[in-house]
């Protein structure tokens, strides 16, 4: 049942309907049942992962839980208690990481071996859950806070179960976590029309991007990699670009409805995408998108490398042989290239995705130990932090660095990646994009025009908040006509070009469904 089906509205308008309807102490219960309906519904019996997942977390939760309450009488005890903790984790972390590298990365893992067992190796091919990764890192998570003594374990299994399947966010997230997400899919919420609104407006603003922008630019981009080899550099670099703009749509589409959805219900799910096109460096443009999976990555990963013995004995290592701040930046920088390289294998089995993390990993190792040098640099060309042109130009830098980033995630194998990379710089033959060819590729005119307009449309609103302006506030202080034209205007859009002028509408899935 995907997000752009007229049966999800259907299904969430019937929710939301008996939600406010029923006593506010078995709202939480129907969320439950809403959420594993809809889980069945898109995933069938790949619900038993699920279940799966939520019980072995439940079971180290309270185990965690029973652990921290222990007295800890002595040094001795406390030691002990703590192997004891290690080890649960430990081995929630090795099950539900396990469960998730066999489904996910099997069948990659068994075409590598291949050779060495002589091709006898037997072939597998597992149905990739939905949203495997999101609840998988989710659930991990709340473990790991439970280890740490952050909050009370949940003690109630259906509570913990909802925390895990609450539908708007199990597609592909926003990473909640439980201390934020837990306590609010239980409380009480009454009918305020105003969060309605709000999340119908933010609904809108996702369906917007996604099916108006997104689903035409995957048009052209679907029609030119699937024959890559047949184009010149210039239209595969047109098809990099739409593909961008899909990506970036499809992607920020696809947490604004979630948002908005569970707004609905009175539940603010984290915020996962902060106008990373106005980043001013690589870094900054990956801590902007997915910002759930990077704090995970940054909580989970990056810190315990950084205090871990390994990188503590380099550490002082480096500290000694290597004179300068570079010398006390190394492990950090290690342990930054490490968390990039799992964020390539995250988004998939497949090795353009590891030079992907490859790629971004070593360009950001690369700015955060030259980082002095280049502030050297910019104090002898005399350019200011503050100069707009400098500004500008750290913007266009990033966003030329993720494009070519983007050939490793859309090609169909790494080699055609590279193939693309260097027919765009070989053979770019530029008349392509005024000579007709872009126009033999799926797309009309007028449809070119509705994508690009549409992007632009996003970029403005994105400059007015990264400027400091905040679209509701602005919007309040509106008439009540206007406020609903913020729901209406996307609407007639997306009705319009969204759907009616796309011939046969077909409900699509989203990108990240897929990772």
Same mark, same amino acid.
């Given at each position: 049942?995907?997000?752009?089906?007229?049966?999800?509205? =259907?299904?969430?308008?019937?929710?939301?309907?008996?939600?406010?309807?029923?006593? $506010?102490?078995?709202?939480?219960?129907?969320?439950?049942?809403?959420?594993?309906?809809?889980?069945?519904?898109?995933?069938?019996?790949?619900?038993?992962? @699920?279940?799966?997942?939520?019980?072995?977390?439940? @079971?180290?939760?309270?185990?965690?839980?029973?652990?921290?309450?222990?007295?800890?009488?002595?040094?001795?005890?406390a030691a002990r208690i703590r192997r004891q903790k !290690?080890?649960?984790?430990?081995?929630?972390?090795?099950?539900?990481?396990?469960?998730?590298?066999?489904?996910?990365?099997?069948?990659?893992?068994?075409?590598?071996?291949?050779? @060495?067992?002589?091709?006898?190796?037997?072939?597998?091919?597992?149905?990739?859950?939905?949203?495997?990764?999101?609840?998988?890192?989710?659930?991990?998570?709340?473990?790991?806070?439970?280890?740490?003594? $952050?909050?009370?374990?949940?003690?109630?299994?259906?509570?913990?179960?909802?925390?895990?399947?609450?539908?708007?966010q199990i597609v592909q997230g926003p990473i909640s976590?439980?201390?934020?997400?837990?306590?609010?899919?239980?409380?009480? %919420?009454?009918?305020? #029309?105003?969060?309605?609104?709000?999340? =119908?407006?933010?609904?809108?603003?996702?369906?917007? !991007? !996604?099916?108006? =922008?997104?689903?035409r630019a995957a048009v052209l981009v679907d029609t030119?990699?699937? %024959?890559?080899?047949?184009?010149?550099?210039?239209? *595969?670099?047109?098809? *990099?670009?739409?593909?961008?703009?899909?990506?970036?749509?499809?992607?920020?589409?696809?947490?604004?409805?979630?948002?908005?959805?569970?707004?609905?219900?009175?539940?603010?799910?984290?915020?996962?995408?902060?106008?990373?096109?106005?980043?001013?460096?690589?870094?900054? /443009?990956?801590?902007?998108?997915?910002?759930?999976?990077?704090?995970?990555?940054?909580?989970?990963?990056? /810190?315990?490398?950084?205090?871990? $013995?390994?990188?503590? $004995?380099?550490?002082?290592? +480096?500290?000694? %042989? =290597?004179?300068?701040?570079?010398?006390?930046?190394?492990?950090?920088?290690?342990?930054?290239?490490?968390?990039?390289?799992?964020?390539?294998?995250?988004?998939?089995?497949?090795?353009? /995705?590891?030079?992907?993390?490859?790629?971004?990993?070593? @360009? *950001?190792?690369?700015?955060?130990?030259?980082?002095?040098?280049?502030?050297?640099?910019?104090?002898?060309? %005399? *350019?200011?932090?503050?100069?707009?042109? #400098?500004?500008?130009?750290?913007?266009?830098? +990033?966003?030329?660095?993720?494009?070519?980033?983007?050939?490793?995630?859309?090609?169909?194998?790494?080699?055609?990646?590279? #193939?693309?990379?260097?027919?765009?710089?070989?053979?770019?033959?530029?008349?392509?994009? #005024?000579?007709?060819?872009?126009?033999?590729?799926?797309?009309?005119?007028?449809?070119?025009?509705?994508?690009?307009?549409?992007?632009?449309?996003?970029?403005?609103?994105? /400059?007015?908040?990264?400027?400091?302006?905040?679209?509701?506030?602005?919007?309040?202080?509106?008439?009540?006509?206007?406020?609903?034209?913020?729901?209406?205007?996307?609407?007639?859009?997306?009705?319009?070009?969204?759907?009616?002028?796309?011939?046969?509408?077909?409900?699509?899935?989203?990108?990240?469904?897929?990772?």
């Amino acid at each position: 049942m995907a997000f752009t089906s007229v049966s999800f509205l =259907i299904f969430l308008l019937a929710t939301l309907v008996l939600y406010y309807l029923l006593p $506010k102490k078995l709202q939480w219960v129907l969320l439950l049942i809403a959420s594993y309906g809809f889980y069945w519904i898109g995933g069938g019996k790949t619900v038993l992962y @699920l279940v799966f997942t939520t019980l072995t977390v439940y @079971l180290s939760g309270r185990a965690l839980g029973a652990l921290n309450a222990r007295p800890k009488a002595d040094a001795a005890a406390a030691a002990r208690i703590r192997r004891q903790k !290690k080890w649960v984790v430990l081995a929630t972390v090795l099950v539900d990481f396990g469960l998730l590298f066999v489904v996910k990365y099997g069948s990659f893992t068994v075409e590598l071996l291949q050779p @060495l067992a002589g091709g006898k190796l037997p072939a597998v091919d597992f149905v990739l859950p939905l949203g495997i990764s999101f609840y998988m890192f989710q659930s991990v998570g709340y473990v790991i806070d439970c280890y740490r003594g $952050k909050y009370p374990v949940e003690r109630n299994l259906l509570k913990l179960a909802l925390f895990t399947s609450f539908f708007p966010q199990i597609v592909q997230g926003p990473i909640s976590r439980f201390r934020d997400l837990g306590p609010q899919l239980t409380a009480p %919420h009454r009918l305020d #029309w105003d969060k309605i609104k709000y999340g =119908i407006q933010l609904a809108m603003w996702g369906y917007f !991007k !996604k099916l108006v =922008i997104a689903e035409r630019a995957a048009v052209l981009v679907d029609t030119v990699l699937a %024959h890559y080899y047949n184009y010149s550099g210039s239209v *595969i670099m047109a098809a *990099i670009f739409f593909y961008c703009i899909q990506l970036y749509c499809d992607f920020s589409g696809g947490i604004d409805i979630p948002r908005g959805v569970a707004e609905m219900f009175g539940i603010e799910l984290a915020e996962n995408f902060r106008r990373p096109l106005y980043a001013t460096s690589l870094a900054d /443009y990956w801590r902007r998108w997915h910002m759930t999976l990077g704090q995970w990555m940054r909580d989970y990963l990056f /810190y315990p490398l950084t205090l871990s $013995k390994p990188l503590g $004995k380099l550490g002082k290592w +480096t500290r000694r %042989h =290597i004179p300068g701040k570079l010398g006390k930046l190394i492990p950090a920088a290690l342990a930054t290239f490490v968390v990039y390289f799992v964020i390539g294998i995250w988004h998939g089995a497949n090795f353009r /995705y590891i030079v992907f993390g490859l790629w971004n990993g070593t @360009l *950001i190792t690369a700015s955060f130990l030259l980082e002095g040098w280049f502030a050297g640099v910019r104090t002898r060309l %005399h *350019i200011r932090d503050d100069s707009r042109l #400098w500004h500008l130009f750290q913007i266009v830098r +990033t966003c030329v660095l993720v494009f070519l980033g983007r050939y490793l995630t859309r090609a169909p194998r790494l080699l055609a990646a590279g #193939w693309m990379m260097w027919q765009s710089v070989a053979n770019p033959c530029f008349s392509n994009l #005024w000579d007709g060819t872009l126009l033999t590729l799926g797309l009309t005119m007028t449809d070119i025009v509705i994508t690009l307009c549409g992007m632009a449309a996003v970029l403005a609103l994105e /400059y007015y908040q990264e400027r400091g302006g905040h679209v509701r506030a602005a919007l309040e202080q509106k008439h009540w006509l206007v406020q609903w034209l913020g729901i209406l205007l996307p609407l007639v859009a997306i009705l319009l070009f969204g759907i009616l002028l796309r011939g046969d509408y077909i409900p699509s899935a989203f990108i990240y469904q897929q990772f």
